[in-house]
Each structure stands twice: as structure tokens, then as C-alpha cells.
């Protein structure tokens, strides 16, 4: 998730089950998620639930809130559009990149996974020995911060991106930031990646 489309485009497809993450691109619990296919295998599945005291699935059972939650996402879900949230992600991306952009060697890219997360990944590439600090020292010291503020886990790593990013990268996501955070973000990336004088 996104699109929006992938909660009936599986079964539509002829898929027997299909599972998503409650929380992430849903917006719901993160203990939660849906179960959706054909109903003979929906309801060989409720008999490994809960409120089977022998059944394999009592060890992952979901609250009524959790449930509760899940359904309030959905409608939350069904209630979005594709085109203006990946509109307002690269959105907040640009507002990212003006506060970077005069950093010394900075190049910027908005890149978009064609398979998992199809969402606008902000890749910030620099030269850390021109800046003085490398991007895995960036990610320690914005999580060290309050805001406490997490990059993609692949910033200053190679392979997750191809040859979108490498060990001189960070890598932002701005699809789950709130409003307003998206200026937060680009404002301490600025301090942390600017020189002390600057």
C-alpha cells in the first residue's frame, strides 16, 4: 500500500489469500492487518484464531480496539487518492531538498521503487569528506535529537536501491511524515550537515 487499488487487485487477479500490514500505508494498528480472499480459506483461518484456546493463531490475537482501529483505517483508506498523496509527498521531498540544496556537493533525487514502498524515496548524495560528516553520523545524530527524527533505514548502505544510493546517501521517506514535519526534517538536516560556522 499505496495504491490504493492492491486491497481488491490481488483477489481480483484470482489470489486465494492475500495479507496486508495494518499499519504502514493503511494508517491502522500496527498489531492488526486484513485478511482478504476466498471465503473457504477466510474461514479455515478463523479456526486457527482466537477464541480457539488450542488453535496456533491465540498467540497473535487482535484486541477488539485493534479491530476497531483496522475498520476506521479502511474507511480512511478508501476515502484517499493515489494521485494527490504521491502529489503532496514529492511535495514535502521539495520542501526537504530547498533546505539541503546549498550544501556543499549535495545532489538530489526523488525515486520511486517500481515493486515494493512505490512510494517518493528523497536520496540526499554528498561527498562526506568535503561535508565532515557521513551519512550513517547524520542518522545517529537526528535520532539522538528531540524531534527524534528516523531515516530510511538503507541511508549510507548500498544494494536496497540499486544504483539510487550508496554508502554516501541518505535516504528520507516522507510519505508517513505529518503535516508540518516535512519543514522539521529539512530544517535539522540543514544544522546536522552544515559546518559549525556556517
Known amino acids: 500500500m499505496p495504491p490504493i487499488e492492491n486491497l481488491w487487485k490481488y483477489t481480483s487477479m484470482g489470489y486465494d489469500l492475500v495479507c496486508f500490514s495494518g499499519g504502514k500505508g493503511i494508517r491502522g494498528p500496527q498489531n492488526a492487518g486484513l485478511l482478504l480472499g476466498k471465503k473457504h480459506f477466510i474461514d479455515l483461518a478463523m479456526e486457527s484464531n482466537n477464541p480457539n484456546s488450542d488453535a496456533v493463531g491465540r498467540g497473535m ?40 540544496k546549498t550544501i556543499p556537493t549535495m545532489k538530489t533525487e526523488i525515486f520511486v521503487p517500481a515493486v515494493a514502498n512505490h512510494v517518493p524515496h528523497l536520496m540526499l548524495a554528498y561527498d562526506p569528506q568535503v561535508v565532515g560528516i557521513t551519512p550513517k553520523q547524520v542518522q545517529e545524530r537526528l535520532r539522538a535529537q528531540r524531534p527524534r527524527i528516523e531515516l530510511n533505514p538503507a541511508t549510507g548502505s548500498s544494494g536496497r536501491f540499486g544504483s539510487h544510493s550508496n554508502e554516501n546517501t541518505i535516504v528520507v521517506g516522507t510519505w508517513m511524515l505529518q503535516p508540518g514535519e516535512a519543514e522539521i526534517v529539512g530544517r535539522q538536516l540543514r544544522a546536522v550537515l552544515s559546518p559549525p560556522n556556517a
Open 61 to 100: 490475537k487482535v484486541a477488539k480496539e485493534q479491530i476497531v482501529g483496522m475498520v476506521a483505517a479502511v474507511d480512511w483508506l478508501l476515502e484517499q487518492n493515489d494521485e494527490a498523496d504521491q502529489a503532496e509527498y514529492r511535495r514535502r521531498a521539495d520542501v526537504i531538498v530547498r533546505e539541503v
